[in-house]
């Protein structure tokens, strides 16, 4: 095997794509995926790749210091790609200490494993932090997001990965620790957690269920394609410079109200239903609290300097991904059973 590399978090959404991703493409990499298997990380997101003799799991809590150490020291990793967090703003809110075990402190545990196994020799090692658009807060209705932007987080979500990015560039000037970070927009796609906006609404539209806009439905965020996000993480792993901070979006604006009636016109299409029908479940809901009016990412610095952009049209892959939901139902019923119920009944079931 040519090089270890950790993946955390790689059951969940974004990470489950960049798993596949690495397990097909570098055959001689040994893949190790680290998840807790929380309520947002679900195994049967790998089912194709799990048996590829490169691949293996290992549950196991990012928080668990001994264990993390343990498990650096047993596979020897040369990278570490960290996906692991609580990632829904909205749970942030309603309890924010999860948020900063796991996204803080499981963030410091792996730093200080990276740390301690590659303390004699640091050559062909990186420690990549995925992180996130919104540790740079809220834009007005214009200017974008650069990698200068001073951090302004307004979630106990973004403030926690704003934290943990803290802590890595931290490690990188006291220690050398050689690592890079990347700040993404909003994903969608397949396999994401049905509390997000775009699979939630896909799910509602297809029970008859109310469309819960928040506030006016006029925030606006900047949408890309997971496998884009995929291969971004690819090239920065490999090409991304030491201490480098890298950001990655759509270009790709949408206000919520305008992407909700796109879905609406999308799922009468696919439904056969009359046009117009999904829209009648639109209800403006009372607003998430500290809500960011705007992201919106500027990508030049990885288009110059690593050759990335986007590959797929909104529309087309919006629609294909409206499909794999459809098509997709039994792993739709099967995240929307048990503690999701529960979830949405405390979320959606004393709104306005
Ligand atoms: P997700 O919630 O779908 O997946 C998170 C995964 O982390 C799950 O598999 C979960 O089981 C695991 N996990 C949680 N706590 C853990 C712990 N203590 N120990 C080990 N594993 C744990 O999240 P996602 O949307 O795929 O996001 C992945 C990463 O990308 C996060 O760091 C997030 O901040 C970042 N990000 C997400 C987006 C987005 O639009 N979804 C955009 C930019 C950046
Ligand atoms: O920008 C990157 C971030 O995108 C990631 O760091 C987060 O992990 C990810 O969850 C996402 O955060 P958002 O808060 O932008 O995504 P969410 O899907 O929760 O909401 C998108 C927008 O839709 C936001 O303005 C809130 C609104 N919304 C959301 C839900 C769930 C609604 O109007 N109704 C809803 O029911």
Known sequence: MKKNVLITGGAGFIGSH??????????????????????????????????????????ADIVDKASMMDLFHQFRFDGVIHLAAESHVDRSISSPDEFIYTNIIGSVNLLNAARELWKDDHSGKKFYQISTDEVYGSLGDSGFFYETTAYDPRSPYSASKAGADHLVRAFYH?????????????????????????????????????????????????WLYVEDHA????????????????????????????LIRLLCRILDEKLHRESGTSEKL??????RAGHDLRYAIDASKINKELGWEPTTLFEEELRKTVEWYLTNEAWMQRVTSGDYLKYYEEMYGNRE
């Open 18 to 59: 960049v798993v596949r991703l690495f397990v097909r493409k570098y055959p001689e990499y040994r893949i190790v995926n680290l998840d807790k298997l929380t309520y947002a990380g679900n195994l049967e997101n790998l089912k194709d790749i799990e048996q590829e003799p490169n691949y293996s799991f290992v549950r």
């Open 174 to 222: 006291t220690y050398n620790l050689p690592i890079v970070i990347s700040n993404c927009s909003n994903n969608y796609g397949p396999y994401q957690f049905p509390e997000k906006l775009i699979p939630l609404v896909i799910h509602n539209i297809r029970y008859n269920k109310p469309i819960p806009v928040y506030g006016k439905g006029e925030n606006i965020r900047d």
């Open 231 to 258: 291969h971004a993480i690819d090239l920065v792993f490999h090409k991304g410079l030491d201490g480098n901070t890298y950001n990655i979006g759509g270009k790709n604006e949408w206000k919520n109200i305008d």
């Open 282 to 287: 639109i209800t403006f809901v009372k607003d």
